[in-house]
């Protein structure tokens, strides 16, 4: 792990333990947004996990998003450094795949 990811590894961990207990949790998304961020800068490093982090933070409030929003396994398709808004999704949530129940889902919903 390299210091950048510790360093703000270190921090998030003591947002989660001092303030965001004071203020109480109230996060629209699981995992909630400190989580989603730490996750994030591990597996992307600082610049990009941070602005994927970020966008996810301007995504949690009472107009945006809710439900369950996992980080993504790659970044988006023509994302680069010198565009970094271009990491983060900035709308909607990504929802994890359905179970498959044995309905075709090119059928419809089966009727």
């Not at 510790?6 to 998304?29: E, P, T, W």
């Not at 970020?54 to 398709?77: H, K, Q």
Request: charged fraction near 20%.
């Amino acid at each position: 792990m390299y210091w950048p990811r510790k360093a703000a590894h270190i921090a998030i961990r003591g947002y989660q333990l001092s303030f965001s207990m004071l203020v109480g949790r109230h996060c629209r998304h699981w995992p909630s947004c400190s989580a989603y961020t730490d996750e994030a800068i591990q597996r992307f490093g600082l610049w990009r996990g941070g602005w994927i982090g970020f966008a996810r933070i301007c995504r949690c409030n009472p107009y945006g998003t809710s439900g369950i929003d996992m980080v993504c396994e790659e970044l988006p398709p023509r994302s680069s450094w010198y565009r970094p808004w271009s990491y983060g999704r900035w709308r909607g949530t990504n929802v994890p795949a359905a179970i498959d129940s044995g309905a075709d889902p090119a059928a419809g919903d089966g009727t």
